[in-house]
């Protein structure tokens, strides 16, 4: 019986992994870098975050980008204090594009509060010790474009901030998100030609999403191994959005494709954010978080995720 298409891509993944397996074991000595995105638990203390994710063996975090105001969002002295506590480090921080601060606007009030949130954001994250700041070039929850011109207004106002990615050491992560969330910079291939639009070493990395991804791309791994050394988090959840381990998801080829592409190394994160199924997941970030539900969705795919890579790597 013939391969599938998608089979035949899966295969040539496998074997590259496994060549490099074979003739350089050296390369996987070290495991890829488990990390959590914690704006998806919900109104909680950061300690109570810390806690669950302490249990699970968790040592970094994607902080919650909620500096939406000058008096909003964490305190990084009493932030360090909390992790340290716990023996966790940040990874990055996940920012947070709605229509109040969408680069792309077509009302310059919000792309003004687009510029001022990621300047606070960029002295927060290089305050805690992140790697990154996750930069969303159109609002989620907006599916409509605004006009043809989103695209270029977006580069335009991300160039005045670019500056501030290298003078504070933090690496502008894009994220490309399914179509159903935003209205453009859907695939990885979309998210380098406007890397390329903005034309500046402070805007030169990616945040990938595997949920995205599945509607969004040909092939997940194949999309990786596109995004090359641009990737610097990857985004993860099963196929329906939950806990790893809970839908369809071919992980095996997720972590090969990573495997071959070196991401087991400092200053590159895999980081599950599973935030369910729906159109804009935004509202997460506000909802009362089921303390057993999330034990159990950090517990299993945090164990779930280890063994398959231990299972590829053994």
């Known amino acids: 019986m013939s391969l599938q298409n998608f089979e035949v891509k899966n295969k040539e993944i496998r074997n590259a992994f496994l060549e490099i ?10 495991r890829l870098n488990f990390s959590w995105s914690n704006w998806g638990f919900g109104i909680e203390t950061l300690t109570e975050t810390a806690d ?18 000058s008096n909003l969002g964490y305190n990084a002295k009493e932030t360090l204090a909390v992790l340290d506590q716990h023996q966790i480090q940040v990874s990055g921080v996940c920012g947070m594009f709605s229509v109040d601060n969408d680069l ?27 790697t990154y ?20 207004r977006s580069v335009e106002t991300l160039q005045l901030v670019a500056d501030l990615f290298v003078d504070y050491h933090i690496k502008a992560a894009i994220e490309p998100i399914r179509s159903a969330e935003t209205s453009f910079i859907h695939t990885i291939a979309e998210a380098q030609a406007y890397i390329k639009a903005v034309d500046h070493p402070g805007v ?13 791309e040909s092939h997940i791994g194949k999309a990786l191994l596109a995004a090359g050394e641009q990737l610097v988090n990857l985004h993860m959840a099963d196929s329906n ?18 495997y071959i592409l070196g991401f087991n190394r400092e200053g590159r994160y895999f980081t599950p954010e599973p935030l369910g199924p729906g159109g804009d997941p935004y509202p997460a970030m506000y909802g009362k978080p089921d303390k057993r539900s999330l034990e159990r969705l950090v517990q299993q795919s945090v164990t779930y995720f280890r063994t398959r890579e231990e299972a590829l790597l053994k």
């Open 52 to 69: 669950r994710l302490e249990q699970a063996g968790i040592r970094y975090i994607e902080l919650h980008g909620n500096h939406y105001g």
């Open 204 to 216: 030169q990395h990616i945040n990938a999403d595997v949920y995205h991804m599945q509607v969004e």
């Open 241 to 258: 959005r939950g806990a790893l381990g809970d839908g369809s998801l071919d992980l095996d080829t997720v972590i090969m494709a990573l």
């Open 21 to 30: 397996k074979q003739n350089h074991p050296e390369q996987f000595k070290q």
């Open 104 to 130: 792309s606007s077509n009302r310059a009030f919000q792309r003004q509060a687009a510029v001022d949130y990621i300047k606070r954001e960029l002295e927060f994250t290089a305050a805690v010790g992140g």
């Open 133 to 152: 700041l996750l930069i969303v070039p159109g609002a989620v929850g907006r599916p409509h474009a605004y006009d043809q011109m989103e695209f270029d």
